[in-house]
């Protein structure tokens, strides 16, 4: 019996979460201001899309563009808030001045958190040391899936590493799911599907009409199929 691969997708606002949940996607990120790539939302639209869609949704926690965390307390109140809202699962990953993971920080946020599920996201793209990265997170409550393109300049340049990743499945440190997304095209599902990857991460993948737009059912729709098909069926 096969297991559906996931399809998250970014999610700014309720018709962005409607139209991704009608096109298949099995969970949503929400963020606000892809021109910094995606910061946390406002409560109230968290609480709204909550209200109005019934797929799991990952709340981003992040202030700022750039991977540093700034104000830990204020992460740590938005995080409480963000619960109050409806908010089970979330998104978060701050480095260090020296590209290191700002352990400080990540753990007072997961200590907030409660056990909730969470994604480490695409600073581990920047990380000086992405394999130190994950063995220094590994064990910490709730961590379920990295979020990663294996590169900073996108999926292009990090195939080669996403596929390595892949093949450390289980060991310590590479328990997460894989969860891949930037720079992610329908061309590339062929060898992550065959390497195992089950998880991927698209968001102006799903606006034909670019970021100014909304997300569409339809995009959507033809990487749920894509998705559906055996990794034989892809590559033939």
Request: proline fraction near 4%.
């Amino acid at each position: 019996m096969s297991t559906r691969a996931v399809l998250e997708v970014i999610a700014l606002d309720v018709v962005d979460a409607v139209a991704a949940q009608a096109g298949g996607a099995d969970r949503l990120e929400l963020v606000t201001d892809m021109a910094a790539d995606g910061l946390t939302p406002p409560v109230a639209t968290v609480a709204g899309i909550r209200a109005c869609v019934d797929i799991p949704l990952r709340v981003m926690l992040r202030l700022a563009d750039g991977f540093a965390a700034g104000d830990v307390g204020r992460l740590v109140r938005l995080a409480r808030d963000m619960r109050s809202a409806g908010a089970e699962e979330f998104v978060l990953g701050f480095l260090d001045a020296d590209g290191g993971v700002d352990l400080g920080a990540v753990e007072r946020v997961v200590e907030e958190l409660d056990g909730c599920r969470w994604t480490f996201h695409r600073a581990i793209d920047h990380a000086a040391d992405r394999d130190a990265l994950r063995k220094q997170l590994d064990g910490l409550p709730g961590l379920d899936t990295f979020l990663t393109a294996g590169s900073a300049a996108g999926v292009d340049d990090g195939l080669p590493t996403l596929l390595a990743e892949a093949a450390r499945g289980g060991e310590p440190g590479y328990e997460q799911q894989l969860l891949v997304g930037g720079g992610l095209r329908l061309e590339h599902l062929p060898r992550l599907r065959a390497a195992g990857v089950d998880a991927v991460h698209i968001g102006g993948a799903a606006r034909p009409g670019g970021w100014s737009g909304p997300v569409s059912a339809q995009a959507v729709q033809e990487w749920r199929r894509a998705l559906d098909l055996q990794p034989t069926q892809l590559s033939s």
